[in-house]
């Protein structure tokens, strides 16, 4: 009975293995499995055969790895000092000499001499394995790949420049979009001048406005919001900035009788309020100093905005504390009067408020300066 053939044929080295780099030896490494334990043949009589050619496989099988894993650290090496090689300084003279397809007025646009912008395409078409220019006459043609160089250049350019000195902000061509919450306070008093101000000089940008709450600084933190607009102050991670001062002043409605031009601090405490509530369910630069005090004041009406409360405390008892600049422009309304508060209400500043991230970039600082001028004239 003839015995079974216990070394497998070795294949002779065929030109796809010689074109791919890897020896005969090598590639009789498939015939048997390295990562199968000899014990596993089901043959007993086979198994020292099997582990003496699995065994002397091994160091052809680890030097084939090893190859394998030095040649891929070869070539990463051999892009990264390409890379790494590469003179940036050259993009300058590439660029001139892509656009202007002459060396002698690439080299006066660079302020260099014709020999050293000679050297220089020299240097650039080995660096791209590609002449870049081709002579045609008494000037050059670009490559396909010149082409597409140029391309590149023109918006690789400008990023590289702006970088470099810092970006710059043209209001009249932006599409910027300024994210801000406020009070209908400073929605009533600044919007009007800061809007005339941005459309004058902007007309594509975007004004997104929201309503003040109690987590508006952490909106800010998170960049959820660009500025903030309030009389509570800021913490310190954010910068802040006074836009304005301000004071109070009490409206009153007409069923109410007042017989006095200013409140005692008895008499505003007994009077029913209409309460708008800034922070944390209190009017803060009202009630703040009237709790440090131990008092407090009696709310018939808590609500969130002063505009719409001025017209419902018309002609009803109630009496509302409001910013003199806002109340000014109501005091003519029929159905109210205006009474100076108790001097222990004190007046206030109302903050401008943003994220130090900002604070260097162009276009926010722009809207800070609109947002100070729309300020100035209040």
């Known amino acids: 009975m003839p015995q079974p053939n216990l070394v497998p044929d070795i294949p002779s080295t065929s030109r796809s293995t010689q074109r791919s780099g890897v020896s005969a030896s090598t590639s009789t490494l498939c015939a048997v499995p390295f990562t199968t334990s000899f014990m596993t043949d089901p043959d007993p009589a086979r198994r020292p055969v099997t582990w003496a050619l699995r065994k002397s496989c091994a160091p052809r099988f680890l030097a084939f790895g090893l190859s394998f894993v030095q040649c891929i650290v070869r070539m990463s090496a051999m892009r990264e000092v390409h890379l790494r090689d590469v ?17 002698t007025r690439a080299a006066k646009r660079c302020f260099l001499s014709q020999p050293a912008m000679s050297r220089a395409l020299e240097r650039l078409r080995e660096m791209f394995g590609d002449v870049l220019l081709v002579r045609s006459g008494r000037a050059y043609e670009r490559t396909v790949r010149g082409e597409r160089v140029l391309r590149e250049l023109e918006s690789l350019m400008p990023r590289l420049e702006a970088m470099v000195r810092g970006e710059s902000f043209e209001p009249e061509g932006s599409h910027e979009r300024f994210r801000v919450a406020m009070t209908d306070h400073a929605a009533a008093m600044l919007m009007p001048p800061l809007l005339r101000r941005v459309r004058a000089a902007a007309t594509n940008v975007k004004v997104e406005v929201s309503a003040w709450h109690s987590h508006v600084y952490e909106d800010v933190t998170a960049g959820r919001l660009d500025t903030a607009l309030s009389a509570e102050a800021a913490p310190a991670v954010l910068e802040a900035e006074v836009l304005y001062e301000e004071d109070f002043v009490c409206l009153v409605g007409s069923a109410q009788r007042v017989g006095t031009r200013r409140f005692t601090l008895k008499q505003y405490l007994g009077l029913p309020h209409a309460l708008v509530e800034t922070w944390e369910r209190q009017q803060t630069p009202v009630d703040r100093p009237l709790a440090e005090l131990g008092l407090k004041r009696r709310a018939a009406l808590r609500i969130p905005f002063f505009l719409p409360t001025i017209r419902a405390i018309a ?5 509302l504390t409001l910013p003199r600049r806002l109340a000014e422009s109501s005091a003519s309304m029929p159905g109210v009067r205006v009474v100076e508060p108790p001097h222990e209400i004190k007046g206030f500043s109302y903050f401008m ?24 004239t209040l």
């Open 353 to 376: 408020v943003w994220h130090p991230r900002l604070t260097a970039e162009p276009a926010h600082a722009w809207f800070r300066e609109q947002l100070r001028m729309a300020a100035r």
């Open 315 to 319: 002609r009803t008892d109630l009496t």
């Open 87 to 103: 003179d940036l300084n050259l993009l300058h003279a590439l660029r001139a000499l892509l656009e202007e397809r002459h060396v």
